[in-house]
């Protein structure tokens, strides 16, 4: 792996964030949850964000989008053996609610399925006004700190790097979040 994480500044326009967030609208909002399947629960110690999940197969367009990036970093950073998104999350970190979500993974390692996540990706559909605190974090490595932090701007990494997003203290933060699969690690 030549880098551990990417950072693309910038990479979706204005307008394109704008265009994500109206689509959020048509989803319904829900409480996020903790922990995968028959393990899923609330744990707002834990996490304190509203997620909508987006249908990846009739938002072709953001999918198509999203991987354009993440086949150039695949390329030139992991080396992942990818297919492509199957789950597209919209998540709201508001402040009235500390919103935050605490040390994770976003693999599911104890999955019986034959894929596995493989790569992370967060957009950032915020602008650094928009909100104070959320900062995104990863453990026990650099952290893309204000690399990460203007409107558009994409963050790819595997998915097995423990990460958090620290409470927001003022404002709201909204992010786009996806996984991208392939055949389970070897």
Not at 47 to 67: C, H, L, Y
Not at 81 to 94: N, S
């Amino acid at each position: 792996m030549k880098n551990i994480w990417e950072v693309w500044p910038k990479a979706l326009t204005d307008a394109e964030c704008d265009a994500i967030i109206k689509r959020a609208t048509h989803y319904s909002p829900q409480e996020a949850t903790v922990g995968f399947s028959d393990n899923l629960r609330s744990d707002t110690a834990h996490r304190s964000s509203t997620i909508r999940w987006f249908d990846a197969g009739r938002e072709k367009d953001i999918v198509a989008r999203v991987m354009s990036f993440v086949h150039s970093s695949n390329r030139s950073n992991f080396g992942a053996d990818i297919v492509a998104p199957f789950e597209i999350q919209f998540t709201e970190y508001r402040a009235t609610s500390k919103g935050h979500y605490d040390w994770h993974q976003d693999v599911w390692l104890e999955s019986d399925r034959p894929f596995a996540r493989k790569l992370s990706v967060v957009v950032q559909l915020s602008a650094p006004t928009d909100y104070q605190g959320g900062e995104f974090e990863f453990f026990g490595i650099q952290s893309p700190g204000g690399t990460f932090q203007d409107r558009g701007s994409m963050l790819i990494f595997p998915s097995f790097l423990q990460h958090r997003v620290l409470p927001v203290r003022k404002g709201n933060r909204t992010s786009l979040v996806t996984w991208v699969e392939g055949p389970n690690w070897r």
